[in-house]
C-alpha cells in the first residue's frame, strides 16, 4: 500500500524501515532547505513528545523565542519548544498535540520539518502516512 504525502518537511533519522520512511528519505534528498525528519511513535501524543536535535535547534532556532510555527494544508499552528540542560535535543511541547490531532496524524507517520523562514521560524511539514 503506498503512503499518503501531505505538504509538510523534515529530514531523515534513523528508524526501522518503512514505505513512509522510504519515502520521506526520496522526498528530502531533493530540499535544499534546513530539515528534519521524525517518526511518530505512540508516546509522541501525551507525555513524550518528539526530539530535535540539539545540533539543527543550535544551527537554525533561536533557543530564546522557544516558539516555532509549522504550516499544514495552509494552517498555522504555534508550538513552544522545551528544553533541559540534561538532554541533548530540543522538544515539541505545547501546541504539538493540538498539530497531531487536527491533522489526524498517526503512529508510522513519518513527517520531515523543512526550515522555509528563519527569521520567524516556519516550517513546512510533510506528511508521509505510515500504517499503525
Known amino acids: 500500500m503506498a503512503t499518503e ?3 509538510l518537511q523534515a529530514s531523515p533519522m534513523s528508524f526501522k524501515n518503512s514505505e513512509a520512511k522510504k519515502e520521506a528519505n526520496q522526498f528530502t534528498s531533493t530540499l535544499e532547505n534546513p530539515h528534519f525528519t521524525i517518526k511518530l511513535k505512540s ?3 501525551n507525555v513524550y513528545k518528539p526530539r ?3 545540533s539543527f ?3 537554525y532556532l533561536c533557543l530564546k523565542k522557544k516558539i516555532i510555527k509549522l504550516r499544514f494544508d495552509e ?4 508550538v513552544n519548544l522545551a528544553s533541559y540542560p540534561s538532554e541533548p535535543a530540543v522538544k515539541l511541547s505545547e501546541g504539538w498535540s493540538q498539530f497531531v490531532e487536527e491533522n489526524k496524524l498517526q503512529p508510522g507517520d513519518v513527517c520531515v520539518f523543512e526550515l522555509f523562514n528563519e527569521e520567524d ?3 513546512d511539514v510533510h ?3 505510515g500504517r499503525n
Open 121 to 123: 521560524i516556519v516550517f
Open 75 to 78: 494552517e498555522l499552528w504555534t
Open 52 to 54: 530535535i536535535q540539539i
Open 127 to 129: 506528511v508521509f502516512r
Open 5 to 7: 504525502r501531505n505538504s
Open 57 to 59: 535547534a543550535r544551527k
Open 43 to 45: 508516546n509522541h501524543w
